[in-house]
């Protein structure tokens, strides 16, 4: 008995090894390392929230530099009375970021489908560098402190580094097909999570000196990034001469690693008669519009899941170091080296669970059973005991389940969505549908980030766990359309697969 195409596939890692190169090894470690890097910079803001908050309050003086600055002079001159407010407005900078990231995700991902990618990455890194040197510390040297600046100043980063994630998504799209495509996703999306595990390191060494070399140390390093992305970066394969993703394989290979693990093969094929481009399709690819894209099966579901669940990740992101600091009186340095078992967890989460995706050739149903655990790890962490050691093993076991499946959502199944069949000649909806997934993630976690500010200051730490939990079973509510249609194919190709032998 003949097997349908989705039970006639070739291992998943076999494929991928016989086609790499080492074009294909620069391209995973450059586009890595730069979203590493504006990850860095994210980090060292959250890092540095507590010295901070004691700056912008007259109970603290400028340890670099009290000469210039004598107590009476810095008293009549604070930004804010206590530190509960300048605690609510740097939640409000986070919000004020994400929003404005949100919105530059958008613009960012049709202007990547339209332009160079290493143009737009590139200008992205080198400007947003500048930005966070302003905003940290030519602001501290100059002593010069205005809420205003630093929210305009805040708006104009979120929306460069908007330009990261899509084109670096999109790049990796065009180099690597869906032969593997978890695993090396999983692994790849890793990149955040270093990001902040680099900044972490960064900004605890030269804390000491004073929270601007923080941000002197971060933005000098992603300056360099940029510069070396422009020189050395390479968009897609047909820049060398090599064969676009899927030209130099057998019929069943090209097949299976342009469709996308959504469920598109169902037993019931109605969906196959939808089309976005026309039949007569036109050998040079053409970028596909906002509202096509929008249109593609799944973008919606993931899109909304993914706002409940980076509003989580990114809560943990901005807040963990100073909930550790706050919440248990450890000191900050402290708290930024415990916080970076987080994204350990994150890390080892998105790869191993992309590897098992490949092997079951599906996303969502490892997406559920990974979140239905998160729930679980919420809750004991929001009881872990002042102990470092107990604290650091549940956070990396919640940075696990989080972590993994935000990493899965943000860069395996975009370039799922951006590749299936219905965009099949157009890889230009690879940035396009990144930028879309990300920015309704990114506005969800811009309004999280102001909640969680309110839910703390008025009912405690105890409460914003409660809102993760919540959030958390949110992110399976909207996935579960999808849950249910591929454990629908999962047991319908093991029906085929008894009938065959």
């Known amino acids: 008995m003949a097997l349908p195409g989705s039970l006639r596939r070739q291992p998943a890692n076999g494929g991928l090894v016989s086609r790499c190169t080492h074009h294909h090894i620069v391209v995973f470690l450059l586009t890595f390392f730069s979203y590493s890097l504006l990850h860095a910079s994210r980090k060292t803001f959250s890092n540095v929230k507590v010295s901070i908050s004691s700056q912008w309050t007259p109970s603290c003086l400028n340890s670099t530099a009290p000469e210039l600055r004598p107590y009476e002079l810095w008293n009549s001159s604070w930004l804010f009375p206590n530190a509960e407010e300048a605690t609510l407005f740097l939640g409000t900078l986070d919000t004020i970021f994400l929003f404005s990231y949100a919105v530059g995700l958008f613009v960012s991902g049709i202007v990547g489908d339209r332009l160079n990618l290493r143009w737009v990455l590139s200008f992205g890194m080198c400007s947003s560098a500048l930005v966070v040197f302003f905003f940290g510390t030519l602001t501290e040297w100059l002593h010069f402190y205005n809420k205003w600046f630093y929210c305009c100043l805040w708006v104009v980063n979120g929306l460069l580094q908007s330009t990261g994630w899509p084109c670096v998504v999109a790049v990796m799209g065009n180099w690597f097909g869906k032969a593997g495509r978890g695993f090396v996703f999983g692994l790849w999306s890793a990149c955040a999570s270093v990001g902040n595990i680099l900044g972490a390191f960064l900004a605890s060494c030269v804390l000491k000196y004073g929270y601007e070399y923080a941000f002197l140390v971060t933005a000098s390093v992603q300056f360099a990034g940029g510069v070396i992305v422009f020189f050395g970066l390479l968009t897609s394969p047909k820049e060398v001469g090599l064969p676009e993703l899927g030209a130099d394989e057998d019929a069943v290979v090209e097949e299976d690693a342009n469709r996308p693990l959504m469920g598109s093969d169902d037993v019931d094929d109605d969906d196959r008669n939808y089309s976005i481009q026309g039949t007569d399709a036109v050998n040079q690819p053409k970028a596909i519009g906002f509202f096509q894209a929008c249109c593609l099966p799944g973008v919606v579901l993931y899109s909304l899941a993914y706002a409940c669940l980076k509003l989580v990740n990114y809560s943990f992101f901005f807040w963990l170091p100073f909930y550790l600091s706050n919440n248990f009186g450890w000191k900050e340095a402290e708290a ?114 102001y909640l969680v500010s309110l839910i703390q200051e008025n009912l405690g730490w105890m409460w914003v766990f409660y809102f993760f939990i919540l959030m958390t079973s949110s992110t399976i509510l909207f996935i579960s359309p999808l849950i249910v249609r591929e454990i629908r194919l999962l047991l319908h190709e093991r029906r085929l697969r008894m009938l065959a032998e």
Do not use: C, H
């Open 336 to 449: 930024d080296q415990l916080s970076i078992w987080y994204d350990v967890g994150g890390i080892i989460g998105g790869t191993i669970q992309g590897l098992i995706s490949d092997v079951l050739q599906k996303r969502a149903p490892v997406l559920a059973i990974s979140l239905l655990f998160a729930v679980g790890s919420l809750f004991g962490y929001s009881r872990s005991p002042n102990s470092k050691p107990i604290n650091a093993v549940i956070m990396a076991i919640t940075g696990f389940f989080i972590g993994g499946p935000s990493n899965m959502i943000s860069s395996a199944i975009s370039a799922d969505l951006g590749r299936q069949d219905l965009v099949k000649g157009s890889s230009e909806a690879l940035a396009t549908v990144t930028g879309i997934v990300d920015g309704t993630g990114s506005i969800g976690a811009a309004v999280g980030q």
